[in-house]
């Protein structure tokens, strides 16, 4: 490039010698004229990488997934059999019980996770709180442990019959609790770990969220008179609906996805009580080699995804106009500024 | 030089793209230009995969082979168990592509890998290898070949089922173990073990969520020559059989004479060093070595007899698992790998160091004859658990056909027997909803 452009400069330099007006004009014709070739190349070429790297292990895994879902080994052959797996999906109980924990699951936990990342990130952001960085990290820390530890953690704390929680709640009398051995403690155990892992992530985006707003509307409002729940209401909570948003759609992909917790506690039982969409995909794949079935659940996965978000859009964005509507004039003037 | 506009530009980082990106790609399944050794020549280099006590076994007659064959290099490769089963499904799905020379396949493996990859494993009648089919347990031989006769693996481990009980136990609890000749005894005795003793009849991972916990129910339906398919591949879990089984287990659970213990290996030795004690201890014959070496404190309180039969006088024999080495039809040094294989396997003298090496119970009969393979050990009270499992393979143990979906059903059989310890379902009604469902998802017919 560099080579290019003083080779250019060198042969339009003799001819604009002598008036030196003529300097000004100079420099734009160079940037132009450098524009016609190298530049519009260099861009794309920077972003080959991507490209790359996009079709590689993106572009051509879907195509490759989605044809593999077209198709079954049958005596070995791969061939192609059309929608049958996932004619086969819609009559599998076991997928229906996979979608019903799925949604269980995402329907407790969800919102439960949400709502104390809320409070977790209000405890944060206020000046009552000492060591407020010590906390911010401690509960931070459980999103960076890895899976087996993880695994191997929450099943010693789990252990029916040598667990430390069980043997914590019976100092308070409360009998062993079969938490990884029986269908509905075993869904209560997943839920406390995917809390346990995922709500001090939450609560620092919402604490992103909460340094954003304004502390002059608190001064404001406690001028009014309103008392401390009246400005959570009113400020905190409408304030945090970006982040409320984009925290609802991340936990709910990342739930119908679920497949850590389960693989790690529950193996997906007992008798799949635990067994999500993202367990079933993994044992359709690996354990039973029906690569075809799996694909087709992994697309099913997708799909549902996809309308869930949507549908999630569309509420929160109905809702947004309500609760802002009292302070259009501030918004409006903060645009004229 | 000037370069060209937009549209071009972009076809140049097209192309770049696409040459980049199939680089890229075809730099995961790196080719293999290696030249085979001619047909019929012993040399050059083979590879293994196995894992680390069969590993051991075949290391160790590396250097009697290597006399007879000084040219050959063998590379023994510890891949990991169960690691090992989805790498060569892999190499398996790839053609055959990076499998080495010799595969540890295990018996629960072989129908699946036969079935579902069709010609990658190399029928070894080629090689001549019918000719010890009379040398093995003829249930153990057919296992590892196909309904055609075609040979696809020579049996390396062949495990008869252990039945180890805690003679100390019993003998607090005034029970003469000898006297037990069926299931419905021994359950009877268990009642009168928990009463005096406090120690279950046996422990079952119940809620299975740690590893399947099936291995009861697979011996006792074996003791009554049952197993989930029939020789055709119907499925025949829900017989006759499989649901006495299941009433067995859920007799004795009902009694609460079965204990709780998760399924895994600290627990199992656990149970082995009678931390959390059992009775009894259904399992394969490499059970005994591990008793041994993981509990020597337990010198005298572990005996190993057969297990008892279902009806009186029915059968006392069960395969309890096994392993066979085959040759990938992709092997380009299939001469040489055979040879080792056939050395290891099928000579006396490579038995002998692989057995010494290793440890796994062999399935070649000049070697359970051989001299002092049955010695009396000192551990189990002078009593040989090698002349145990030879008694039973010499019983005509029924040949369990594992098929190419024996994980689903195994599963599925977990998920019933779940149903009855925990929540008190019926065993023939959960299993007939678990045979349904393999059923279901596999095509299979459900045997008359």
Redesign the interface.
């Known amino acids: 490039m560099n080579v ?1 452009s003083s080779t250019a400069g060198s042969t339009t330099g003799p001819t604009a010698e002598a008036p030196p007006l003529e300097a000004a004009p100079r420099p734009p014709r160079r940037r132009r004229r450098s524009s ?3 530049p ?2 260099t861009p ?2 920077f ?2 990488p991507t ?2 790297l996009f ?2 292990f993106k572009l ?1 895994p879907y195509l490759s997934a989605l044809w593999t879902s077209l198709t079954s ?1 049958i ?2 052959v791969i061939t192609f059999v059309g929608l049958d797996n996932y004619a ?1 999906l819609l ?4 997928f229906y019980t996979a979608l019903g924990n799925t949604a269980l699951i995402l329907v407790v936990q969800v919102p439960l996770m949400l709502a104390l990342g809320i409070v977790l990130s209000v405890a944060f952001n206020s000046l009552l709180l000492k060591g407020r960085a010590f906390f911010r990290m401690a509960y931070f820390v459980p999103i960076v442990m890895g899976l087996v530890a993880y695994g191997i953690l929450f099943s010693a704390l789990f ?1 029916s019959s040598a667990g430390i929680v069980n043997e914590l709640l019976g100092y308070l009398g409360i009998g062993p609790i ?1 938490w ?4 509905f403690w ?1 869904k209560i155990s997943i839920v406390l770990a995917m809390t346990w892992h995922y709500t001090g992530q939450n609560a620092i985006i919402y604490l992103a969220q909460l340094q954003s707003i304004p502390s002059e509307l608190y001064e404001a409002a406690q001028v009014d008179g309103a008392n401390g729940w009246q400005r959570f209401r009113n400020i905190t909570l409408p304030g945090l609906r970006p982040a409320l948003l984009l925290t609802v759609i991340l936990s709910t992909i990342g739930t119908l996805q679920l497949f850590d917790e389960p693989y790690v ?3 997906g ?4 009580a635990t067994l999500t969409v993202g367990m079933y995909l993994y ?1 359709n794949g ?4 029906d ?1 075809g079935y799996a694909s087709a659940i992994g697309y099913a996965l997708t799909v549902i995804i996809a309308v869930v978000s949507l549908i999630q859009f569309r509420l929160f964005r109905e809702r947004t106009p309500k609760p802002i509507s009292p302070k259009k004039p501030m918004s409006s003037k903060e645009k004229t500024r | ?6 549209r071009q ?2 076809r ?2 097209a192309a ?3 040459v ?2 199939a680089a ?2 075809a730099g995961c399944s790196s080719a293999d230009d290696a030249q085979p050794a001619a047909e019929g020549e012993v040399g050059g280099k083979i590879t293994i995969w196995t894992w680390n006590a069969p590993g051991d076994g075949l290391e160790a007659a590396i250097p009697a082979f290597q006399k007879l064959y000084p040219d050959v290099e063998i590379d023994v490769q510890d891949v990991g168990n169960p690691a090992i089963w ?1 790498k060569i ?1 892999t190499g398996m ?1 790839a053609g055959g592509q990076g499998l080495p020379d010799v595969m540890n396949i295990g018996i629960d493996y072989m129908g ?1 890998y036969v ?5 990658q494993l190399v029928d070894l009648r080629d090689f001549g290898a019918e000719s010890l089919e009379s040398e093995f347990p003829s249930g153990a031989w057919k296992s590892g070949s196909g309904a055609d006769g075609a040979v696809y693996g020579i049996p390396y481990e062949v495990n008869a089922t252990g039945f180890f009980y805690r003679s100390d136990v019993f003998e607090e609890a005034g029970i003469d173990i000898d006297s037990i000749e069926t299931w419905d005894q021994l359950i009877e005795a268990g009642v009168t073990i928990k009463e005096k003793t406090g120690v279950p009849l046996y422990n079952q991972d ?6 399947d916990s099936a291995g009861l129910w697979q011996l006792q339906t074996a003791l009554q020559d049952s197993f989930y398919f029939d020789e055709n591949g119907d499925i025949t879990m829900n017989g006759e059989a499989g649901v006495h089984s299941l009433e067995l287990i859920k007799k004795a659970n009902d009694l609460g004479i079965v204990g ?1 213990v ?1 399924g895994s290996w600290d627990n199992l030795l656990a149970q082995l060093r009678g931390e959390k004690p059992t009775a009894i201890m259904p399992a394969g014959g490499w059970m005994a070595g591990v008793i041994e070496n993981e509990a020597p404190e337990m010198a005298g309180k572990w005996g190993v007899r057969l297990p008892p039969s279902i009806e009186p006088g029915g059968i006392t024999a069960a395969v309890n698992g096994g392993t066979y080495l085959s040759i990938p039809t992709a092997s380009k040094n299939q001469k040489t790998a055979w040879e080792f294989v056939n050395f290891a396997l099928g000579t006396l003298e490579g038995q002998k160091l692989v057995y010494e090496g290793g440890g796994m119970f062999p399935g070649y009969k000049p070697m359970l004859e051989s001299e002092g393979f049955a010695a009396p050990s000192e551990f189990f009270n002078g009593q040989s658990p090698n002349a145990i499992f030879i008694a039973e393979l010499a019983q005509d143990t029924p040949v369990l056909n594992y098929t ?2 024996y ?2 059903a195994l ?1 599925a059989y ?2 019933a027997q ?2 009855v310890l ?2 008190g379902a019926d065993p023939q009604e959960a299993l007939d909803e678990a045979a349904d ?1 393999v059923a ?2 596999t095509g299979r017919k459900l045997a008359d």
Do not use: C, W
């Open positions: 290019l016609i070739g190298h519009r190349l794309y070429l972003l080959l490209i790359v079709l590689g051509y080994n005596g070995g086969r009559q599998d109980p076991l252990d079969p990884l051995v029986d269908p075993a506690l529950t193996n039982g007992p008798d799949n044992q690996f354990k039973y080699f690569f | 030089m000037r370069f060209t506009p937009t530009a972009l140049i980082v770049a793209a696409a980049t990106t890229a790609l989805e499904t799905a699946n079935e579902q990859f069709p010609g119940k809620a299975a969520t740690e590893a709780d998760q190419s979906d994980a689903r599963k977990t998920d779940t149903r925990l929540s469902q279901q998802q």
